[in-house]
């Protein structure tokens, strides 16, 4: 399998798994006091949103390399 179909193959894989989710969260600890001994953390979460016009361009491009990987020169 050439590598172009490799890659293509991937970016639908991804492009589906972008669509599914459209975003991940994430978690980060964080002090919020300090005083010698005695330390409080907190806990924060994070969202980072993904639009869905990424995972169809990834998508797309996918099929596109699928397609012209196919070709002989």
Request: net charge positive; hydrophobic share 50%; no cysteine.
């Amino acid at each position: 399998m050439k590598t172009p179909a490799i890659v293509g193959i991937l970016l639908i894989i991804l492009g589906v798994i972008a669509l599914a989710y459209q975003g991940f969260t994430y978690t980060t600890t964080e002090k919020a006091i300090d005083l010698g001994p005695i330390q409080v953390t907190a806990e924060k979460q994070h969202t980072f949103p993904l639009p869905p016009v990424v995972g169809a361009i990834a998508i797309v491009g996918g099929i596109f390399l699928l397609a012209t990987s196919g070709r002989k020169a």
